[in-house]
């Protein structure tokens, strides 16, 4: 560890030091704006043309206690001359508002061992001598690792603009950021007018002189600057996050109406939606509870309505039993589970893919229904047509599984070429022909025409309850069969209408790496470098899970070991007690081993953070079968 | 048109409704034609649209052909059918082109008002009878084109209850000296609005006869009140009248009695003399006290009123009473 503080005379012109990617954080304590910093910062290296990845720094209480470990708040920014596609291994570059939230960081491990760190100086001269004495063990701390520290005295700075620093040091921390990576004022300029749009304008001149600020500071301060060339792109591209993505995918598909209620991370989809709806003639309709939100969407949707529900995994459990009348009275539906850590109310604020089993068979009874899951903010937005039409098509549920690293992360991307096609056609709503039935099943397919309320000659009773073509109740095994099997037969439908999935590298190998949702970035770049250094590895990741793709145990048999990458909870081989026989597995894991009966290996953390590249990497290291080829 | 200037600021008054209909028949005509394409196309062209439909991220790993073969159903094609929905496409279409002209109606001079709006309101109608047109082949039972495709215009009395809701405002241009509105009563239902813009002399209060309950009748010099008049949601008839005519405005929201909706802000000092658009001057100054005696309040109007309502509530807390105590056996209390 190297502590200076920054030089006070003019430095002579600094080093620049040319880069592929830098990864960059900002971490502060609640309310001190690191995020939007963060925010914008990655936005604007996105709009210059770099490829960038964000993912917010949550605390998981709403307000913790400031100056400590846990109450970091803020953004990690990779960005690269390249696209992005994960958060990376370690950051490059931190902005720091107190030794403390860096320490949370140092932790995790979260810091490349020569990061350097622009931290605030006040801390250490505090009058307060408890404060000081934290700043002096904490440096202990750090002393183990090489990090060049820059004491800035963004305080002092800022109080030259505003009398509370607290809210400004952001854009003080944004300046110096801009100089440091050549960022473009112009825009950034931009993009705070657009954030302070509702404020006075007062409060933009100040964020303004703030950022300026902060630039001049690094200006005359900082002995080195970092170029990350950015790649024009020929495409226009957009930038958003995964959860806004789901918003205007929504809205893209044709989605008249949002019935939510208010639960981390998937609220902010909505509020992004309820800004926005009602331009394309959508409603967002807030219920009292998660179970009255799914029972809207359910009743707009058997009404003709195209009605979805967002939710995250304590919402989902509350839902089951709609879910389960969806199912029963053949009721297209969309709902969106935006995961989190659990169980229970576990980890709001984390990312976490343990909702997967529960999505699939969280229903008492027989409830078969499709799962997907997207994998980049861009499928985030498609995912949401796609899935829009096969609700429709099957008259069936259709589970999208999200997460908290794809709900709150940032990534550019080409933007859509919206087709009036997504929104499909609305039900066809003339007289029902003579003899046709409610539930009209082809005894081949198990699809029925779908018959809404109002069609003339349509009139029929919904009911959750067991019921025979005509919708009368009946409690006979055969009609209660027959229902069971027509509902199931149009899953086994769908899935013949899927293709294998293309695996990503060679076809044949010795270990493939199987995943699902956010972490495809993660596990692609790992299995790049696996390869670059030799070894046999290729990935795989699916979109469809229920039904599953096909062709999976072909593709597995040409492997000698197969894996799945997830962030939810297994037994470490090794643990005590854990037996092969009594051994829980991640739970993509369960799911291929039962349907392929390959013996489908697992490695699965649950850090409440998306997966680094270099731990994925590490694990392929050690998963490598016995006499694997070099 | 003289009154063209005015014109136009009514329209413009009526935007909302005016496009709602519009947006009823671009959205009709898409999905018929999307329809026919649906009727017409080869299992290609349904696994083009199914891919479409699907969106981007189902392309490679979704099979569309399959998705076509097996999900979409594909009606046999009925060549009677086809040409019924063919021939309401070009209806759609052209209502679709012409649909802000629809509602702009001009009386020739002598011509009749009643038959102007009729043919006004019936060529409106071809867009309800070429909908229906459509259902009776997806239910299966149209009869073909030869045996009356039923894309004719449709006379607004066999319009049903929704249609007569959705129907378009009629703005009508006309001469004071053709102004008989008393026949247009049949028309005033649902949610149609007829505004007449009269130039030249009429009757001091034409439209008195077509006062009703719930119809919002509007008798204006200068556009007062139209705004009221637009945003009510039944129907109504109003009319831009010279300043030597009564006005008066009648607002269906006002009151259970004639004279709480009917506010008359100047009736003409002088009587009837002459014979204006058939209606003799006896006819005229009829129209005139009906008016004024609608909107009579009779005496002891305001006490009546509130004694019938305590007397409301008072029944009502007695019914609810009753009810209750109905509801509770008290046979074993003593």
Redesign the interface.
């Known amino acids: 560890m190297t502590m200076a503080p920054a030089p006070s005379a003019p430095r002579p012109e600094p080093s620049l030091l040319r880069v592929d990617e830098h990864t960059v954080e900002i971490v502060s304590d609640p309310g001190e704006g690191a995020q939007k910093c963060g925010q914008i910062f990655g936005r604007v290296s996105a709009k210059m043309g770099n490829g960038v990845w964000t993912v917010e720094i949550i605390p998981a209480e709403i307000q913790p206690p400031a100056r400590t470990p846990s109450s970091a708040s803020g953004n990690r920014i990779r960005i690269g001359t390249k696209p992005i596609t994960n958060w990376g291994d370690a950051a490059n570059l931190v902005v720091a508002f107190n030794e403390q939230v860096l320490l949370h960081r140092h932790r995790l491990g979260a810091l490349a061992k020569d990061a350097v760190i622009l931290i605030e100086n006040r801390w250490a001269t505090h009058d307060d001598p408890d404060i000081c004495k934290a700043w002096g063990d904490a440096m202990e701390e750090f002393g183990t690792a090489s990090y060049r520290f820059i004491e800035v005295p963004m305080e002092e700075e800022c109080l030259t603009v505003i009398d509370n620093p607290r809210r400004g040091k952001n854009m003080f921390a944004l300046g110096m950021l801009a100089r440091i990576y050549s960022r473009d004022l112009e825009k950034i300029r931009g993009l705070i007018a657009q954030e302070f749009r509702k404020k006075a304008p007062a409060l933009y001149d100040q964020n303004v002189a703030l950022l300026e600020r902060g630039w001049r500071w690094a200006e005359e301060h900082l002995d080195f600057r970092i170029d990350v060339p950015a790649v024009e792109s020929t495409r226009p591209m957009v930038v958003m996050n995964g959860n806004q993505a789901l918003a205007i995918g929504a809205i893209a598909s044709g989605m008249e109406l949002c019935a939510m209620y208010p639960i981390t991370p998937a609220t902010s989809a909505s509020h992004f939606l309820s800004d926005i709806f009602d331009k394309f003639g959508g409603v967002v309709h807030q219920a009292e509870d998660e179970i009255a939100a799914i029972g809207v969407a359910l009743g707009s949707s058997f009404a003709g309505k195209v009605a979805f529900t967002i939710t995250s995994g304590p919402g989902l459990a509350l839902k089951t039993e709609f879910i389960g009348l969806a199912v029963m009275t053949e009721t297209p539906l969309v709902i969106v589970d935006v995961q989190r850590g659990g169980p229970s109310t576990g980890l709001p604020t984390k990312v976490e893919q343990g909702d997967l089993l529960a999505a699939i068979y969280g229903q008492p009874g027989d409830a078969p229904h499709v799962v997907l899951a997207p994998a980049t903010m861009e499928e985030c937005l498609l995912c949401m047509t796609t899935a829009r039409r096969i609700a429709e098509a099957f008259r069936c549920v259709v589970i999208v599984l999200s997460d908290a690293n794809l709900a709150t992360g940032v990534q550019p991307f080409p933007r859509p070429e919206m087709s009036e096609a997504w929104l499909a056609q609305p039900p066809d709503l003339a007289p029902v022909r003579e003899g046709v039935r409610p539930y009209d099943w082809d005894p081949q397919r198990g699809i029925s025409p779908r018959v809404v309320p109002g069609q003339p000659g349509g009139m029929f009773t919904a009911t959750g309850l067991s019921h025979d073509e005509w919708s009368h109740v009946g409690y006979t095994p055969d009609v209660h069969e027959r229902g069971c099997q027509m509902r199931s037969r149009k899953l086994a439908v769908f899935q013949q209408m899927l293709k294998p999935p293309a695996v990503n590298g060679d076809p044949t190998g010795d270990l493939l790496v199987v995943g699902w949702g956010s972490t495809l970035g993660a596990i692609e770049e790992a299995v790049e470098r696996a390869r670059q250094v030799g070894l046999s590895v290729s990935s795989l990741h699916l979109r469809f899970l229920s039904p599953l793709e096909p062709g999976l145990k072909e593709i597995f048999q040409r492997f000698r070991k197969v894996m799945t990458v997830e962030i939810n909870y297994s037994d470490d081989p090794n643990d005590p007690f854990v037996t092969p026989e009594n051994r829980r597995r991640g739970q993509l894991c369960w799911l291929l081993r039962a349907q392929t009966l390959v013996d489908v290996d697992c490695w699965t953390r649950v850090p409440g953070e998306p997966l680094r590249p270099g731990q994925i990497l590490q694990a392929i290291h050690e998963s490598m079968p016995q006499g694997a080829s070099r | 048109m003289p009154s063209e200037g005015r014109v136009g600021q009514i329209l413009e008054r009526f935007r909302a409704p005016l496009g709602a209909f519009r947006s009823v028949l671009v959205t009709t005509t898409d ?1 018929l034609r ?2 026919l394409l649906t009727r017409q196309s080869t299992l290609g062209g349904r696994a083009a ?1 199914a891919a ?7 392309a ?4 569309p052909e ?2 076509a073969a ?4 594909h009606h046999e094609t009925d060549p009677a059918g086809t040409e019924v929905l063919q021939l309401a496409l070009g209806v759609l279409t052209d209502l679709v082109e012409r649909s802000e002209r629809l509602s702009l109606v001009e009386v020739p001079a002598g011509g009749s008002l009643y038959e102007a709006t009729a043919r006004a309101l019936g060529e409106i109608g071809r867009a309800f009878n070429a909908a229906r047109a ?2 009776e082949v ?3 039972r149209s009869r073909g084109a030869g045996a009356g495709s039923g894309i004719d215009p449709l006379p607004f009395a066999r319009w049903t209850k929704s249609e007569r809701r959705l129907t378009p405002p009629l703005v009508v241009a006309m001469q004071g000296a053709d102004l008989r509105p008393a026949a247009l009563a049949e028309f005033l239902d649902g949610r149609v609005k007829i505004v007449l813009v009269v130039e030249g002399e009429c009757a001091p209060a034409p439209l008195a006869r077509l006062v009703a309950p719930g119809t919002y009748v509007l008798q204006t010099a200068d556009e007062t009140g139209l705004d009221r008049f637009a945003a009510w949601e039944g129907p109504g008839i109003a009319a831009l009248v010279p300043e030597s005519a009564a006005r008066f405005e009648h607002n269906p929201a006002g009151g259970a009695a004639s004279w709480e909706r009917l506010t008359i802000t100047h009736v003409p000092d002088k009587l009837p003399r002459r014979t204006i658009a058939g209606l003799s001057a006896a006819q005229q100054a009829e129209e005139l006290e009906l008016l004024r005696s609608l909107a009579a309040r009779p005496s002891g109007a305001e006490l009546a009123g509130a004694a019938a309502a305590a007397g409301g509530a008072s029944d009502s807390a007695d019914k609810l009473a009753a009810w209750l105590l109905s509801r509770v056996d008290l046979s074993d209390l003593g």
Not at chain 2, 52 to 58: H, K, V, Y
Not at chain 2, 60 to 63: A, E, K, Q, T
């Open positions: 999905e999307a329809m649209r479409g439909e699907l969106g981007p991220l189902a490679g790993r979704i099979d399959r998705f097996l999900v979409i159903d459509i259902i997806r239910a299966g």
